[in-house]
């Protein structure tokens, strides 16, 4: 059984960072594609960033110059760090994970991490 769990999520003043992380837990897991998703209130949830298993990234436009996606294979864990936060980047944070089952990815979720900046 596969499981994202995340962490890092939290309240901070507009200008400020934080890291926020995702550890896949699981034996012997093969992981493709890992990214982070954000949902503010009233709005859909959106892709804010990905990486894939070569190292490759992308981001929404709203992002760049901002957050630094990365992940550590050997932990499977998948890394946001957020500088220079606005108050528009409030919003609960997934991570999602394509994880290999045989010869299909499948699609994993964490549980979400709430990320708040205002003063």
């Known amino acids: 059984q596969v499981q994202l769990v995340e962490s890092g999520g939290g309240l901070v003043q507009p200008g400020g960072s934080l890291r926020l992380s995702c550890a896949a837990s699981g034996s012997r897991i093969s992981i493709n594609a890992m990214g982070w998703y954000r949902q503010a209130p009233g709005k859909e949830r959106e892709l804010v960033a990905r990486?894939?298993?070569?190292?490759?990234?992308y981001y929404v436009d709203s992002v760049k110059a901002r957050f630094t996606i990365s992940r550590d294979n050997a932990k499977n864990t998948v890394y946001l760090q957020m500088n220079s936060l606005k108050p528009e980047d409030t919003a609960v944070y997934y991570c999602n994970a394509d994880i290999w089952g045989g010869v299909r990815l499948y699609d994993y979720w964490g549980q979400g991490t709430q990320v708040t900046v205002s003063s």
């Open positions: 990486i894939t298993s070569g190292g490759t990234t």
